[in-house]
């Protein structure tokens, strides 16, 4: 879409002409409408959690009011709702604390395994809950450095386990694998790779390249189920791009996914 102004333009004695102008206002006007479609989104995702507390409290307040069975129900399921808005708040919070940093403190040198480790301890209550196995493969060569904002990181490493245990399947194994790799063509560097699999149903080609957009969900339903925001992919996206590193996703259906975090090594 294009903006067009036209002016006169007075020649010395010669012809008189007119300039016209075009600016293509198109990315203006796109970035109004992912604006709009942003609050759209967030509205809907807080008032489904909203409808049904309500839902739940006349429900108690009358009909179940003195059914004790229904009032422990009840309450499980206010918990629930009430756990996920609060899960999809901090997710926002940390959305836009990424989305505003321009840039990240890149001069904290890392051990990417320490942080491995770290989110492998915070997660291990759901694992072992799920009967999931979380393992993770060291280089041979101890080059796993990188530079960045360990904060960030964790969140990154975090996020990418949580899914593969959420989407691979209870009784199942993720394995995370650090390699090192001398020249990375995509960052001309050497670079670290983390890569997260999991033994899951997989994820059709056809969505891959859609993950990281906010809210895009394969199956709106079975993420909501499972406690998630539809943010997940998309801060890691941007915690990523910020230390100037790539995310690669790929999977085979019915065989798992694996996502790669390609990381500029320090
Ligand atoms: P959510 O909170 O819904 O998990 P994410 O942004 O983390 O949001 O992920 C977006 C969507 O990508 C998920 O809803 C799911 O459909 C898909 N997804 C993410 N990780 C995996 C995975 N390991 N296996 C299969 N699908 C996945």
Known sequence: LYDVTCSPVSGQGKTPSILISFEDVSPI?????MRSDFVANVSHELRSPL??????????RGPAKDDAQANVRF??????????????????LSLSRVESEERVRPNEKIDVLSILELSQQILQPVALE?????????PDSREQMIKG????????????IENAMKYGGD????????????HEPSLRGPAVHISVTDQGDGIAQIHIPRLTERFYRIDSHRSREMGG?????????????RHRGRLKISSVKGQGSTFTVILPAA
């Open 75 to 92: 309450l499980e399921l206010m918990e629930r709702e009430t756990k996920r808005m609060t899960r999809l708040v901090g997710d926002l």
């Open 171 to 182: 009784g199942g194994k993720v394995v995370v694998d650090v390699t090192y790799s001398g």
């Open 130 to 138: 799920n009967d999931v196995v979380i393992e993770i493969n060291r």
């Open 29 to 33: 006007l796109e970035a109004g409408q």
């Open 51 to 60: 409808t049904s507390l309500l839902g739940f409290i006349e429900t108690l």
């Open 229 to 241: 925001t539809g943010l997940g992919l998309a801060i890691v996206k941007h915690i990523v791009n």
């Open 149 to 160: 904002d360990s904060d960030q990181l964790q969140q990154v490493f975090t996020n990418l």
